[in-house]
């Protein structure tokens, strides 16, 4: 990255512990999200009004943010398409993955390659600092409707970015804001692809 990419957010969701019923049984969760369109006020811990079911892998000062490449979208209704998982080519709402930030590269697009642990993005009223991929589990699998889509998280480095708050602020849909460089030692990329054997037995 020869400098700071531009992105915006192109929508920004919070949501809070709700039932959910996978593999047959009922859990607690809250990756059913829904866009606000107001400034949101962003604190260490995240965005108010966003809750996490469990903090032992969502959540957290580590994980307070949970950010998506919104080209994504296309990809994965293209996936639930082919297995039969929705009968119609309908466009998947924002939050329909459970992500807080759906952003947009203005530059050149924003993927899980673009992006290495350690970039900051930076916004008029708050930074947040990349730290980790989001891992899929169980109940990704049960909202996508179909199995494999964990695999196919990992497999095709679809899996979006983890945030911490560097400067605590306000967000809101429509920003504008730059992706800038850390160490770019560990992409995004790199990062899901290194865990895969924990995925793909």
């Known amino acids: 990255m020869s400098g700071p990419l531009r992105v915006v957010i192109d929508h920004l969701c919070t949501g809070t512990v709700a039932p959910l019923v996978a593999e047959g049984r009922r859990f607690s969760s809250a990756i059913g999200k829904r866009p606000r369109t107001d400034a949101v006020a962003l604190a260490p811990l995240g965005l108010h009004g966003d809750e996490q079911a469990d903090p032992s892998v969502h959540g957290g000062l580590a994980k307070a943010v949970y950010a998506w490449p919104v080209q994504h979208h296309a990809w994965w209704q293209a996936q639930r398409r082919e297995r039969g998982a929705s009968l119609f ?113």
């Open 89 to 201: 080519d309908e466009a998947l709402p924002p939050g329909f993955f459970g992500e807080n930030l759906g952003l947009r590269g203005l530059d050149a697009p924003l993927d899980e390659a673009a992006v290495y642990v350690g970039d900051e993005l930076h916004f008029p009223d708050a930074v947040l600092r990349v730290t980790d991929p989001r891992q899929p589990c169980f109940k990704f699998a049960a909202v996508m409707g179909y199995a494999q889509a964990g695999k196919d998280m990992v497999l095709s480095r679809r899996c979006g970015f983890y945030l911490a708050v560097v400067q605590a602020g306000t967000l809101q849909a429509g920003q504008v804001g730059e992706l800038r460089a850390g160490p770019r030692a560990f992409s995004i990329a790199d990062a899901i692809h290194a865990k895969r054997i924990k995925h793909l037995r």
